[in-house]
């Protein structure tokens, strides 16, 4: 009965290749985050969905592709893997009463 | 532009005293603000909020401290238990931004028994 999940929990794989990351809530939120968390720990926001728009969009290179199919799903699509995107990946779902809800993290490996 | 500053420090606290967090923010249009708690391999998770129109809130054992004549925000945990050592993040939130969540450095809390 996870709120919201992610998967993989770890994923390793080598530079260049394409990998995705899952996020599914069962909280009934129309709005969902992903968040990057590097080495030193700093969160930073990457995308935001509300019902399947997009909302925010930071910075973030052309190689990172969000996909939200429904509301309850929002998933990171990554082409072209370099060093620098290893970190910890949090997905997080909110609606306005009950604030944020994050998941575990997946942790990404580029080697 | 828009940060909520706190840099990485570690706190050491003996179990049973008191901790204090600090935070300085520098946007005055967030419209709440959000204390969170990062245990090792795990998301960060909620512990208490404060709107931008109170000064002050208290939850179980943490109470937040909001002034925003300096744009200063603190956590106080009472009692703090060997269960407290984490890491612990302010972050604000912007509706007119979309409701982005905007996140601090982080300070790191150790309890020592």
């Known amino acids: 009965d996870t709120a919201v999940s992610q998967t993989p929990k770890y994923l390793v794989t080598q530079m260049g290749n394409d990998k995705s990351i899952k996020c599914e809530q069962n909280l009934g939120h129309d709005t969902m985050y992903w968040y990057k968390q590097d080495s030193k720990k700093f969160l930073k926001i990457m995308f935001s969905y509300n019902n399947k728009e997009l909302i925010i969009n930071e910075t973030v290179p052309n190689r990172f592709s969000p996909k939200s199919p429904d509301k309850a799903h929002l998933n990171l699509h990554i082409n072209s893997l370099e060093l620098g995107d290893s970190a910890v990946y949090f997905c997080a779902s909110r609606d306005l009463d009950h604030g944020y809800t994050f998941g575990s993290g997946t942790r990404l490996t580029v080697v | ?113």
Not at chain 2, 44 to 62: L, T
Not at chain 2, 76 to 98: L, R, W
């Open chain 2, 1 to 113: 532009g828009e940060s909520v500053g706190l840099h990485l420090p570690t706190l050491s606290v003996q179990e049973g005293d008191n901790s204090i967090i600090n935070c300085a923010y520098s946007n005055s249009a967030s419209d709440y603000f959000i204390w969170y708690k990062q245990e090792s391999g795990k998301g960060p998770q909620f512990i208490i909020d404060i709107r931008s129109n109170m000064d002050k809130r208290q939850g179980q054992r943490v109470t937040v401290l909001l002034n925003k004549t300096v744009k200063h925000l603190s956590l106080q945990i009472a009692a703090t238990q060997p269960g407290d050592s984490a890491v612990y993040f302010c972050a604000e939130n912007m509706k007119a931004a979309g409701n982005k969540l905007t996140f601090g450095g982080g300070t790191r809390v150790l309890v020592k028994p």
